[in-house]
T-cell receptor, first 113, second 113 residues
Framework: EDQVTQSPEALRLQEGESSSLNCSYT??????LFWYRQDPGKGPEFLFT???AGEEKEKERLKATLTKKESFLHITAPKPEDSATYLC??????????????FGQGTTLQVKP | NAGVTQTPKFQVLKTGQSMTLQCAQD?????MYWYRQDPGMGLRLIYY???????DKGEVPNGYNVSRLNKREFSLRLESAAPSQTSVYFC????????????FGPGTRLLVL
């Protein structure tokens, strides 16, 4: 069964304390892996798309990496405004023209000043 | 550009009532999606429309119907609401379904009593 699992469920960091969020997936023939940020009461906001193992993308304090089985979202020297839920999603196999996504349950990050 | 807009933002229904959730996008995207988000379940696809004039079932379509009114608008209808449909509903759009990023609206919070 196609599945996306994110860990940990929740993460508390002190401001400046770097860490990583994990997204492991079991899908055959990955077509794309997406990272989103979601603030309370709002819709998911797009962060990154990764397509192949070894690919990396960066945006400010965030860096996303991809292997054949998992993706990591590295947060370097986080600030309180980085507090949010981070969602990982993979494009479902066989959905070449539909873009159907399978989402993980998310990691809720809290950064304390 | 407003991106993806949804109405209403919040709605309370009684069991058995019907309602339509509206979604519109101004990005000239071809594909549109409806998701629901429940605690511990992540985002799950209800219905999608790969292009104007087509609609297909997603993972959890029971109890819902959709209409792709035109390229901009995609509505979700609950014919006879049930408490199990209490959730937060998100609409999303993408240029083409293949590998394109999905952009989400702000969501509609629905409570069915």
């Amino acid at each position: 069964e196609d599945q996306v699992t994110q860990s940990p469920e929740a993460l508390r960091l002190q401001e400046g304390e770097s860490s990583s969020l994990n997204c492991s997936y079991t899908v055959s023939g990955l077509r794309g892996l997406f990272w989103y940020r979601q603030d309370p009461g709002k819709g998911p906001e797009f962060l990154f798309t990764l397509y192949s193992a070894g690919e990396e993308k960066e945006k400010e304090r965030l860096k996303a990496t991809l292997t054949k089985k998992e993706s990591f979202l590295h947060i370097t020297a986080p600030k309180p405004e980085d507090s949010a839920t981070y969602l990982c999603a993979v494009q479902a196999p066989g959905s070449s023209n539909t873009g159907k996504l399978i989402f993980g349950q998310g990691t809720t990050l809290q950064v304390k000043p | 550009n407003a991106g993806v807009t949804q109405t209403p933002k919040f709605q309370v229904l009684k069991t058995g009532q019907s309602m339509t959730l509206q979604c519109a996008q101004d990005m000239n995207h071809n594909s549109m999606y409806w998701y629901r988000q429940d605690p511990g379940m992540g985002l799950r696809l209800i219905y999608y429309s790969a292009s104007e004039g087509t609609t297909d079932k997603g993972e959890v379509p029971n109890g819902y119907n959709v209409s792709r009114l035109n390229k901009r608008e995609f509505s979700l209808r609950l014919e006879s609401a049930a408490p199990s449909q209490t959730s937060v509903y998100f609409c999303a759009s993408s240029d083409w379904g293949g590998r394109e990023t999905q952009y989400f609206g702000p969501g509609t919070r629905l409570l069915v009593l």
